[in-house]
C-alpha cells in the first residue's frame, strides 16, 4: 500500500483510507465482529489511515472502532471530529470541543488523536468557528489529546475560505471528487499546496450513488444527482472494471493529500472494494461527467 505525508504533520497515511461511517450501521446493520473484521483485515492489508466521527451511528462506529483498534492503534493514524452529535444537532462552543475529545478518547480507547476535526462545518456560524471553535482545537493539542487538527464539511467554497484565514493542519471535503464533480480539485488544492494542508477525498462513490449497491434512502442529493450517478455506475458495470477503478479520485493521483477514505461494513466487501482499487486502471474518464452537487462557493 503506498503512503504519503500528510501535508505538513509529517503523519505518513496510506493513499486508501478506512471510512468509519458504516461501523456505525450508517450504510445498514452490521454485527460487532463483523466491523472489527473489516478494521483488522483493512489494516492487514496496508490501510493505515482510519477515519470516524461521534456522528456515526451516535457514537456506535466511534465504540465499535475502540474495540477493534486494541491490540491495532500503534498501527494506524486515526481521525475523529467534533461538534456534530446528531442529525441536527451542532454546538461548536468552545466548552463542546474540551468535552467531545475527552468522550472520543474514552470511546475510542486511546489517550491521544492524531487528527481532531471539527466536523461540518457549513452549520456553524463563521465567526464562531474561526474566534472560538478553532482556538479551543488547538488548546486540545497543546494539552497533547490531539496531535493535529483539521476541518471538514461539504461545502468547498466555506472550507476554503475558513482554511485561508485560520492556519489548519488538515482539510476533508466528500463527496467533492469523482466522477460527479472535481472542485476539491479546483478549489481546495491550490490552498492546501501553498499552505502545506493535508487535502482528504473523503466519499469517494458520492456516499453511495456511485457504487453497485446504490445510495441509502437518507441520502440528501438532489434526484438529478442521483439519477446522473446511477447511469454513470451502471456504464461503469457494464465494462470489466468497476467505478471505484474508474474514479479519477486523488488517492491515485500525485496530490500532496493523503487518503480517500472509503467505508466498508464487512471483511468481504472490504477485500472485493480493496483489490478492485488497487488494480492498474487501464482506461480512464479524463473529467468527471458533471458538478452537478448545487453548492456554489
Given at each position: 500500500?503506498?503512503?504519503?505525508?500528510?501535508?505538513?504533520?509529517?503523519?505518513?497515511v496510506?493513499?486508501?483510507?478506512?471510512?468509519?461511517?458504516?461501523?456505525?450501521?450508517?450504510?445498514?446493520?452490521?454485527?460487532?465482529?463483523?466491523a472489527?473484521?473489516?478494521?483488522?483485515?483493512?489494516?492487514?492489508?496496508?490501510?493505515?489511515?482510519?477515519?470516524?466521527?461521534?456522528?456515526?451511528?451516535?457514537?456506535?462506529?466511534?465504540?465499535?472502532?475502540?474495540?477493534?483498534?486494541?491490540?491495532?492503534?500503534?498501527?494506524?493514524?486515526l481521525?475523529?471530529?467534533?461538534?456534530?452529535?446528531?442529525?441536527?444537532?451542532?454546538?461548536f462552543?468552545?466548552?463542546?470541543?474540551?468535552s467531545?475529545?475527552?468522550?472520543?478518547?474514552k470511546?475510542?480507547?486511546t489517550?491521544?488523536?492524531d487528527?481532531?476535526?471539527?466536523?461540518?462545518?457549513e452549520?456553524?456560524?463563521?465567526?464562531?468557528i474561526?474566534?472560538?471553535?478553532?482556538?479551543?482545537?488547538?488548546?486540545?493539542?497543546?494539552?497533547?489529546?490531539?496531535?493535529?487538527?483539521?476541518?471538514?464539511?461539504?461545502?468547498?467554497?466555506?472550507?476554503?475560505d475558513?482554511?485561508?484565514?485560520?492556519p489548519?493542519?488538515?482539510?476533508?471535503?466528500?463527496?467533492?471528487?469523482?466522477?460527479?464533480?472535481?472542485d476539491?480539485?479546483?478549489v481546495?488544492?491550490?490552498?492546501?499546496e501553498?499552505?502545506g494542508?493535508?487535502?482528504?477525498n473523503?466519499?469517494?462513490?458520492?456516499?453511495?450513488?456511485?457504487?453497485?449497491?446504490?445510495e441509502?434512502?437518507?441520502?440528501?442529493?438532489?434526484?438529478?444527482?442521483?439519477?446522473?450517478?446511477?447511469?454513470i455506475?451502471?456504464?461503469?458495470?457494464?465494462?470489466?472494471?468497476?467505478?471505484?477503478?474508474?474514479s479519477?479520485?486523488?488517492?491515485?493521483?500525485?496530490?500532496?493529500?493523503t487518503?480517500?477514505?472509503?467505508?466498508?461494513?464487512?471483511?468481504?466487501s472490504?477485500?472485493?472494494?480493496?483489490r478492485?482499487?488497487?488494480?492498474?486502471?487501464?482506461?480512464?474518464?479524463?473529467?468527471?461527467?458533471?458538478?452537478?452537487?448545487?453548492?456554489?462557493?
Open positions: 500500500m503506498k503512503r504519503r505525508t500528510l501535508g505538513n504533520t509529517g503523519l505518513e496510506s493513499i486508501l483510507g478506512f471510512g468509519g461511517a458504516p461501523l456505525g450501521d450508517e450504510y445498514g446493520g452490521i454485527q460487532a465482529t463483523d472489527t473484521r473489516a478494521v483488522h483485515h483493512a489494516v492487514d492489508a496496508g490501510i493505515n489511515f482510519i477515519d470516524v466521527a461521534p456522528y456515526y451511528g451516535r457514537t456506535l462506529a466511534e465504540e465499535r472502532l475502540g474495540e477493534a483498534l486494541v491490540g491495532y492503534r500503534d498501527k494506524v493514524v481521525a475523529t471530529k467534533c461538534c456534530r452529535y446528531d442529525y441536527r444537532g451542532f454546538d462552543s468552545a466548552e463542546r470541543v474540551h467531545d475529545i475527552d468522550a472520543c478518547l470511546r475510542l480507547k489517550d491521544y488523536i487528527v481532531f476535526q471539527v466536523h461540518d462545518v452549520f456553524g456560524e463563521r465567526e464562531q474561526l474566534h472560538e471553535t478553532l482556538p479551543a482545537m488547538r488548546e486540545v493539542q497543546a494539552s497533547g489529546k490531539a496531535r493535529f487538527i483539521g476541518i471538514t464539511g461539504l461545502a468547498v467554497g466555506m472550507l476554503h475558513l482554511a485561508a484565514e485560520f489548519v493542519d488538515t482539510i476533508l471535503s466528500y463527496c467533492h471528487y469523482n466522477l460527479l464533480i472535481d476539491l480539485d479546483t481546495l488544492r491550490p490552498l492546501a501553498e499552505r494542508m493535508g487535502l482528504i473523503a466519499s469517494p462513490l458520492h456516499m453511495g450513488i456511485l457504487s453497485s449497491g446504490r441509502q434512502d437518507w441520502h440528501p442529493a438532489p434526484d438529478e444527482v442521483k439519477e446522473t450517478g446511477h447511469k455506475a451502471d456504464l461503469c458495470g457494464s465494462g470489466a472494471r468497476s467505478r471505484l477503478e474508474r479519477p479520485g486523488p488517492s491515485l493521483q500525485g496530490w500532496i493529500t487518503s480517500a477514505p472509503m467505508g466498508s461494513n464487512s471483511k468481504s472490504f477485500t472485493s472494494s480493496f478492485r482499487r488497487m488494480q492498474p486502471r487501464l482506461t480512464r474518464l479524463p473529467t468527471p461527467l458533471g458538478s452537478l452537487v448545487p453548492w456554489k462557493p
